[in-house]
């Protein structure tokens, strides 16, 4: 996890402040949530497209469909 520092004004900062306390949780996992649920659409593109470069540079580190098949039925064949 990294650290991040955001700027709040006051009233916004002592509003998160009060809700964290209600909810008996932290201000960040407030922030981390927010952001989460904000920009997942987003944030889940960047992941894919992140893992298909990965995928390019090294393909070893993937499977075939067929190896994906097998695993995802327990052994069995599924039918295309």
Known sequence: MKKLMVYLD?????????FAFRKRTSMAALVRYAVDKTFEDELDVIAGERALEE????PSSTMSWEEYKATRSGGVRVRD
């Open 55 to 58: 995928a390019l540079r090294d």
């Open 10 to 18: 006051e009233d916004d900062y002592e509003a998160l402040r009060e």
